[in-house]
């Protein structure tokens, strides 16, 4: 019997290659899918993170941009702090100029108020001659109210009150309490009693209450008190007068200045321009203070000191408004303000006033 011939490429060669290259592709396909999930993840992620990184550079021109405007800030103040600072030390050699022409002025002053006090020491020494040598008395005054002291000294040597209207101005400004700065702040925030006992101001409040007590009979007067505004202690007849004659109006303007208390500050034009208020004017003023001014009409704000150039064109600015009359000055002088004796001694002469410092003892 022949022998069947066997083939190589037979039926079940064909299905094994088949079915291995069948295996091969769906092994292809299987990766293939999974390497495109993982490219799309991949893909995904670097999407997200250059997202995140234009944020940042996002936020980063934001701060650049903030940075560059604190930069520019900061160069501006820088350029003003310089300006600033040019002006101050512009301000400064002023101010060094201005000290130095004031100590020029301080020494002349110092010794023109040397040669007034020895004068008055001189008129007080012949004065004490002549009532020694006599043994007739003067005329008996005519006192209406009595005003009491701790001795015999009850005189303000040149000062007499021989005006018809007789004008007093007292100085109620917080530099009345104390001659230093120092002791004036200090003062300043005491309760009011204690603020009227100081004893500046007892020689202020004795002064005033001894020219009140010496009003002469036949005159009229009033008196002001003054430190930013201006007031008549006691209301007058028709022209705001009082009567030299009433002791009951005396009375009550002696019982007035005893409950004045010093505050605020100093306005030199305000109370000249109570003056006029008076009617008929006065024809005799009597001002008691102690320095310049420190304010105007309205006065200044509270955020810096006011220069000694400042105080002397307030005091010119307050001297335009007096009344025609003469001015005397009772100065109980401040310290630092040097130029205020000249000023008021000026005044003092120019329109034929007298002006005096009285004694630290005085009354």
């Known amino acids: 019997m022949r022998r069947r011939r066997t083939e190589i490429f ?9 079915c291995g290259f069948g295996a091969v592709i769906l092994f ?11 490219r799309l993840r991949r893909n995904d992620e670097i999407a997200a993170a250059v997202n995140k990184l234009d944020e940042q550079v996002l936020i980063g021109r934001k701060n650049l941009v903030l940075l560059r405007n604190t930069l520019e800030e ?37 010794e023109h108020i040397n040669r007034l006090k020895a004068d008055v020491q001189a008129l007080e020494e012949g004065n004490r001659r002549l009532e020694g040598g006599t043994n007739v008395k003067g005329p008996q005054g005519e006192n209406l109210v009595r005003f009491r002291t701790g001795g015999d000294r ?10 018809r209207r007789i ?13 230093t700065i120092v002791n004036i702040l200090r003062l300043r925030n005491l309760p009011d009693a204690e603020k009227r006992r100081s004893a500046k101001w007892r020689r202020a409040v004795a002064t005033a209450t001894w020219l009140t007590a010496r009003m002469p009979t036949s005159a009229q007067f009033q008196v002001f008190a ?22 009951t109006q005396l ?46 009409a309205t006065g200044f704000t509270l955020k810096r000191n006011i220069r000694v150039d400042e105080r002397a064109k307030l005091f010119d600015d307050a ?45």
């Open 251 to 296: 009375s009550k303007v002696i019982a007035e200045i005893n409950t004045l208390v010093p505050n605020d500050g100093t306005s030199l034009f305000n109370a000249f321009v109570a003056l006029k208020t008076l009617n008929p004017a006065p024809d005799q003023i009597i001002l008691l203070t102690d320095g310049l001014p420190t304010q105007g």
């Open 154 to 163: 009850m005189y303000l040597t040149g000062l007499s009150l021989k005006g």
């Open 226 to 247: 003054f430190n930013t505004k201006a007031r008549p202690l006691v209301a007058g007849a028709p022209g705001n007068w009082l009567s030299g004659n009433d002791p």
């Open 28 to 38: 292809y396909i299987i990766v293939a899918g999974r390497t495109g999930d993982v």
């Open 167 to 179: 004008a007093i101005l007292l100085d109620q400004s917080a530099s009345m309490l104390d001659s």
């Open 319 to 363: 001297v335009t408004r007096l009344p025609q009359a003469p001015v005397s000055v009772i100065l109980f002088p401040m310290e630092g303000d040097v130029p205020a004796p000249a000023k008021f001694w000026n005044l003092s002469r120019k329109t034929n006033g007298v002006f005096m410092m009285p004694s630290e003892d005085w009354p």
């Open 74 to 110: 900061t160069r501006t103040e820088e350029v003003r702090a310089s300006g600033r600072a040019d002006q101050a030390v512009v301000e400064l050699r002023k101010t060094k100029v201005e000290l130095a022409h004031y100590d020029a002025d301080s020494l002349a002053s110092i």
């Open 10 to 18: 037979s039926m079940s060669f064909l299905d094994c290659i088949c």
